[in-house]
């Protein structure tokens, strides 16, 4: 079965300061993958998917992600991280070539100190 | 803008009524799913519908029923509310079939304490 690890449940960051959330999955072959964000009290936002191609996806608020074949990894990045990205932010994978469930990790909480 | 509204964002009710939360999407999907958010546990999907009337257990269905009786709505039942369903409960839709890519679009989330 399918899974996804995002390792860390908490991560601190200062304003100004690079991010790097990280997101591994299991799975036999490539899925599509996915980042969402999660502001207090409000639904989840995606942030960029990766479905295939380059491996280096852009998203929305400066975000991006690269996925690595050889590492099951997709980790998301961002080079300075503002106050108004506190929130928590979920993993998610896909198994390509037809839908199936979508398997969620259980969620980094990110806080941004001034 | 697509949007998936959910009817009631807090709730607070008691042990063993009977709980409705209500979702409606006007976007047009097929895909219609209900998850369950508590901390640590990420997001654990609940039931799914495919079609109007058509329905799917997901992960934790024990304790809770559907209705989708039209395609932009879907409803999560608590037949018998229990505090161990106090949690975040979050509605999504997608699309279907050849369009269907997995992403996921999200309503703002309902709060159900069961006190």
């Known amino acids: 079965a399918q899974s996804v690890t995002q390792p860390d449940i908490h991560i601190t960051v200062s304003e100004g300061a690079s991010l790097e959330l990280r997101c591994n999955y299991s799975?036999?072959?490539?899925?599509?993958l996915f980042w969402y964000v999660q502001s207090p009290g409000q639904g989840l936002q995606l942030l960029l998917k990766y479905f295939s191609g380059d491996t280096l996806v852009q998203g929305i608020k400066g975000f991006e992600a690269e996925f690595k074949r050889s590492q099951s990894s997709f980790n998301l990045r961002k080079p300075s991280v503002h106050w108004s990205d506190a929130a928590e932010y979920f993993c998610?994978?896909?198994?390509?070539?037809?839908?199936?469930?979508?398997?969620f990790g259980t969620g980094t909480k990110l806080q941004v100190i001034p | 803008d697509v949007k998936v509204t959910q009817s009631s964002r807090y709730l607070v009710k008691r042990t063993g009524e009977k709980v409705f939360l209500e979702c409606v999407q006007d976007?047009?999907?097929?895909?219609m799913f209900w998850y369950r958010q508590d901390p640590g546990l990420g997001l654990r999907l609940i039931y799914f519908?495919?079609?109007?009337?058509?329905?799917e257990k997901g992960d934790i269905p024990e304790g809770y029923s559907v209705s989708r009786e039209k395609k932009e709505r879907f409803s999560l039942i608590l037949e018998s509310a229990s505090t161990n369903q106090t949690s975040m409960y979050l509605c999504?839709?997608?699309?279907?079939?050849?369009?269907?890519?997995?992403?996921?679009?999200f309503g703002e989330g309902s709060r159900l304490t069961v006190l």
């Open positions: 999504a839709s997608s699309l279907s079939g050849r369009a269907n890519t997995g992403e996921l679009f």
């Open positions: 998610a994978v896909v198994p390509s070539g037809g839908y199936q469930k979508v398997t």
């Open positions: 976007m047009d999907h097929e895909n």
């Open positions: 519908s495919y079609d109007v009337k058509m329905k």
């Open positions: 799975y036999g072959a490539t899925p599509y």
